[in-house]
């Protein structure tokens, strides 16, 4: 991990806290562009009644807006969870080159647990992938998120 990745990293997870704090499940994204932030995210799918409103869609559209562009060539996300299937796919089309998460989704990633979409030869963009940064720290975020829901709910 470099301290680049890990200061990008707690900016995610600053965004993720937001979420939580708006009762959203705590996932946060970074785009980077040329060392300076050009998106920023969170989840917004119960706020939005969006299913689509997942921290990293919202860091790839304003990195979209904020370049003038589609092509994210360049651009480095940082996302605190291991992106979904409709995620990752997000982040192959967008053409992202670079790709770094904390912590792994056994029930849903789609970048290592359970597909391989981002470095999938058969499609024609791969990404480079850096696992695992702050993982601990954005693995417990997302525990205590549920533990807190799951005791409001007894």
């Known amino acids: 991990m470099s301290p680049t990745d890990d200061h990008f990293l707690e900016l995610a997870l600053i965004e993720a ?3 939580a704090e708006e009762d959203e499940v705590p996932v946060g994204a970074v785009a980077v562009f040329e060392g300076q932030v050009v998106g920023t995210g969170r989840n917004a799918r119960e706020r939005r009644a969006d299913p689509l409103a997942h ?4 860091a790839i559209r304003e990195a979209s807006r904020t370049l003038g562009r589609w092509r994210l060539t360049g651009v480095t996300l940082y996302v605190t969870l291991e992106p979904c299937a409709m995620c990752a796919g997000a982040v192959v089309n967008a053409r992202v080159d670079r790709l770094v998460y904390g912590a792994s ?3 849903a990633g ?3 647990s359970l597909y391989e979409l981002c470095t999938d030869r058969r499609l024609n963009h791969r990404v480079e992938v850096v696992s695992g940064v702050r993982a601990v720290e954005a693995g417990t975020l997302l525990t205590e998120f ?5 005791a409001a709910a007894r």
């Open 110 to 112: 789609a970048v290592g």
């Open 105 to 107: 989704d056994p029930k």
């Open 146 to 150: 549920f533990r807190r829901k799951r």
């Open 55 to 58: 921290a990293e869609l919202e």
């Open 17 to 19: 806290r937001k979420a």
